[in-house]
C-alpha cells in the first residue's frame, strides 16, 4: 500500500513535467528574481544589476559561468550551479531577457565628492598613471558598448568586489581589465564605483 | 533496524566522509543537485537564507535529479554540567562522545516532486544501571520527512508557488528558523536531555508530537511576500507508519488536528523580514498507546519574528517566537485544574563574520499555570513549570559544512524556582551546561 502511494505520486509528478521552466525568461522570473529581480534592477548588492546590461557581455558570462572558467567566489557559490545545466539556447533567452529590462537608476546613496572625483577618472582616465578612460570602452555614460558591460547604476559594492578579483586570475575573459587594475589605488576604485553606482 | 555498536556506524561514517569529500567537492546531496555552495541557502546551517527558502518552498527541485541523493552528518561533542552532586546518572560527563549521526535522501525526484528524507541513529539512548547511572547504547529511527508536490507560477506581475507537504513533525516544513523544528538552538547536548537537566514543560508544538504525526498541508507563497499554510495531522500509523518508523508513540493524536500558518515576508536591499503567526489544534489521547481514549485538548498559538542583515563579509539575523498554549485537560489526565497554559518565548541574535565566524547570544522563558498534578517535576514549587535560561555560544565553520561550536547555557530559574528546585538542594544554575560540540554534513 504504502509502495503504491510513492508510485502514484512519482507517476503524478512526472506527468507534470510539461509546465517545468524552460525558456530564460520562465526561468529568470522563477529563480534568477530572487537575487536580482523580476526586472533585473537588484537591491541587494551582493548580487549585481542585470536591467539593461549588454546582450552579449550576458551571453558570454553566463557561458563562462557554465564552463566554470570565470571562478571568483560569488561565481562558484551561485552561478556555476545555476548554469550548469543551461543549454545555449535557455542562455540566450535570459540574455535577452534581461537586456531588454529597463533599468532603474540605483537609489543607493554616494559621497558626492567621491562620485565628482570618480567621474572625471571615469571620463578622463589618469595618463600619469597609466589609466585609460573607462568611457573609451563602457560608453559616456557607462550604458555599456559591444565590447564592454554597461556599468551605469551598478552596485558600487559589487563593482569593487569585481575590480579586486580582476587583479587575480579568476575572470581570465577581462584580460583589459587585469592590465588596467594594475594602475588604479584603493582610492580610485572607491571613487569610480561610487560614481558609476550614482548614474542614471 | 538496530545498531548495536556504536563504534561500527563511527567507522561507517568517517569512511563515507572520506570518500565524499574528493568527490562531491564537500558539498551535501542538495549542493551537489544544484551545484550551489552550502551558503546560497544557509547563513550557517540550518539557517537558511531567502534564496534558501525559495528553494525549500519550491519542493527542493533546483537542479538535475541524482542518481544517488543521499547526504550522512555527525555530531560529535563534549558536555559538561556546572555541578553534578555526585550524581551517578550524569553519565559521561566531560567525556566526548559520538552522539548522532544521520542519513538523508534528500533532493529533487521530478520538476515538481522533492524530499527531504532523515534518518537517525542515535548514539545515546539511554537506560538505567541499578546502581542509578545512565547506559547509553544506540537505536536507528526515523528523523524528520518532509515530501512535497510544488508548482511555480511566474509571470510578469504574479509570482505564486503553491504545493502540499506531506511531513512528520509540525513546523518541519517551513522556511522561517523562527518555528520550533528548525529554530534556536540548531543544536543542543543529547546528553543534557538524558540527565534530565534541560528544559522540562514545553508548548506540544515544540517537538513533543515530531516523528509520531503525519501531517498534509497545502501552501502558498505569493508575491514572495504572503505565506499561507492549513493543514491536518493525524498520529502516524497504516499508511504513514513509516512516518513513524522505530518512534515511540508518547503523545498519539486522535481525528482531525488542524495545523496553520500565516506569514508576511519582504527582502529589499540587504534586509530580510517576516513576520507571522503559526498553531495547531491537537487532540491528545490520555493513554498514548489506546485510539479512542479520552483527550486532552491543546491550542498552540503562535507568534514570530525574523530579520537577517545579509552583506560580506557581515551577517546579522535575529529570530523570535511566543507560543502560547491552553490545555483542556480531560479528567483521565488527572489534572488539578481543568485547564492550564503554557508560555514558551524563544529568541537570538546571532553574529556572523564572512560566515566563518559566529557569536550568538539567545535566551529561553517558559511559564504556565500552577498544577501539581501536571507538572510533577515542578513538586518542590507545587507545580510551577517556570524555567528561564540564556544561551552564549560562539561558532566556527572549519568549512561551509563542517562546525564546531561552544554553547554555554545557563539557566536562572527551573521548574518554577531559582533554588532547591529538587528539594535536595540542587539549584537551577547547577544545571548549567557548557557543550563543545562538532557538526558536520557531507
Known amino acids: 500500500m504504502k509502495i503504491r502511494f510513492a508510485l502514484c505520486l512519482i507517476a503524478l509528478s512526472a506527468a507534470w513535467q510539461t509546465h517545468a521552466a524552460d525558456t530564460g525568461e520562465d526561468l529568470a522570473r522563477q529563480w534568477c528574481a530572487n537575487c536580482h529581480t523580476v526586472s533585473g534592477n537588484s537591491t541587494q548588492p551582493m548580487f549585481p544589476r542585470l536591467a539593461g546590461q549588454q546582450y552579449d557581455y550576458l551571453l558570454q558570462q553566463l557561458q563562462a559561468f557554465r564552463n566554470k572558467s570565470r571562478h571568483d567566489r560569488a561565481a562558484h557559490d551561485y552561478m556555476w550551479g545555476m548554469t550548469a545545466a543551461l543549454d545555449d539556447a535557455t542562455i540566450e533567452g535570459l540574455a535577452r531577457y534581461f537586456s531588454t529590462q529597463k533599468p532603474e537608476p540605483n537609489p543607493a546613496p554616494v559621497d558626492d565628492a567621491l562620485a565628482n572625483a570618480g567621474k572625471q577618472l571615469y571620463q578622463n582616465g589618469n595618463p600619469a598613471a597609466g589609466t585609460p578612460a573607462c568611457a573609451s570602452c563602457h560608453g559616456a555614460n557607462a550604458e555599456g558598448t559591444a565590447i564592454a558591460p554597461r556599468l551605469a547604476g551598478q552596485h558600487a559594492e559589487y563593482l569593487t568586489k569585481q575590480l579586486h578579483v580582476f587583479g587575480t586570475n579568476q575572470r581570465p575573459a577581462a584580460v583589459a581589465m587585469q592590465e588596467i587594475i594594475k594602475t588604479l589605488k584603493e582610492s580610485d576604485i572607491q571613487a569610480v564605483t561610487a560614481y558609476l553606482q550614482s548614474v542614471r | ?442
Request: glycine content about 10%; proline content about 4%.
Open chain 2, 1 to 442: 533496524m538496530r545498531i548495536r555498536n556504536g563504534r561500527s556506524v563511527f567507522v561507517l561514517l568517517t569512511l563515507c566522509l572520506l570518500g565524499w569529500l574528493s568527490s562531491a567537492s564537500a558539498l551535501p546531496a542538495f549542493a551537489r543537485q544544484t551545484g550551489e555552495a552550502c551558503e546560497a541557502c544557509h547563513i550557517s546551517f540550518p539557517e537558511l537564507t531567502p534564496f534558501g527558502r525559495l528553494f525549500k518552498l519550491s519542493g527542493y527541485t533546483l537542479g538535475t535529479t541524482q542518481l544517488f541523493p543521499v547526504s550522512a552528518m555527525a555530531i560529535v561533542s563534549d558536555t559538561r554540567a556546572s555541578n553534578t552532586g555526585g550524581n551517578p546518572a550524569f553519565s559521561r560527563n566531560g567525556e566526548p562522545t559520538i552522539e548522532a549521526g544521520s542519513i538523508f535522501a534528500a533532493g529533487r525526484i521530478s520538476d515538481h516532486l522533492g524530499l527531504f528524507s532523515q534518518w537517525t541513529y542515535n548514539n545515546i539512548t539511554p537506560s538505567t544501571n541499578a546502581d542509578g547511572s545512565t547506559r547509553y547504547t544506540g537505536s536507528f529511527a526515523v528523523d524528520n520527512n518532509d515530501i512535497r508536490v510544488v508548482d511555480h507560477i511566474a509571470k510578469q506581475d504574479l509570482d505564486l508557488i503553491y504545493g502540499v507537504s506531506l511531513n512528520n513533525n509540525p513546523t518541519v516544513q517551513d522556511v522561517w528558523n523562527t518555528t520550533p523544528a528548525f529554530g534556536y538552538p540548531y543544536q543542543t547536548s543529547g546528553l543534557a536531555g538524558t540527565w534530565g537537566t534541560s528544559t522540562q514543560y514545553t508548548p506540544l508544538l515544540n517537538g513533543a508530537l515530531a516523528h509520531q504525526v503525519a501531517g498534509l498541508s497545502a501552501y502558498a507563497f505569493l508575491n514572495k511576500h504572503w505565506y499561507l499554510e492549513l493543514g491536518n495531522y493525524q498520529a502516524a500509523e497504516g499508511l504513514y507508519g513509516i512516518l513513524s518508523h522505530d518512534v515511540t508513540i508518547s503523545n498519539r493524536l486522535e481525528g482531525t488536528n488542524p495545523y496553520w500558518r500565516f506569514a508576511w515576508n519582504n527582502d529589499w536591499g540587504p534586509h530580510s523580514l517576516s513576520v507571522g503567526t503559526f498553531g495547531m489544534q491537537a487532540h491528545v489521547n490520555t493513554d498514548p498507546t489506546q485510539s479512542g481514549s479520552p483527550t486532552n485538548r491543546y491550542l498552540d498559538q503562535g507568534v514570530d519574528f525574523q530579520y537577517q542583515y545579509l552583506t560580506d563579509p557581515h551577517v546579522i539575523t535575529t529570530q523570535w517566537s511566543l507560543i502560547h498554549e491552553r490545555v483542556n485537560w480531560d479528567p483521565a489526565a488527572g489534572a488539578n485544574n481543568t485547564s492550564d497554559n503554557l508560555d514558551s518565548l524563544q529568541g537570538k541574535v546571532s553574529y556572523w563574520y564572512q560566515r566563518k565566524y559566529g557569536l550568538t547570544l539567545g535566551m529561553f522563558k517558559t511559564s504556565g499555570s500552577t498544577d501539581a498534578a501536571i507538572y510533577t517535576k515542578a513538586a518542590t514549587s507545587g507545580g510551577v513549570p517556570d524555567t528561564r535560561g540564556y544561551i552564549v555560544e560562539l561558532d566556527y565553520m572549519l568549512q561551509p559544512w563542517w562546525r564546531l561550536g561552544l554553547q554555554y547555557t545557563g539557566y536562572n530559574k527551573y521548574l518554577g524556582t531559582s533554588s532547591n528546585y529538587d528539594g535536595n538542594g540542587r539549584n537551577a544554575r547547577d544545571n548549567n551546561i557548557t557543550y563543545l560540540y562538532t557538526w558536520l554534513a557531507f
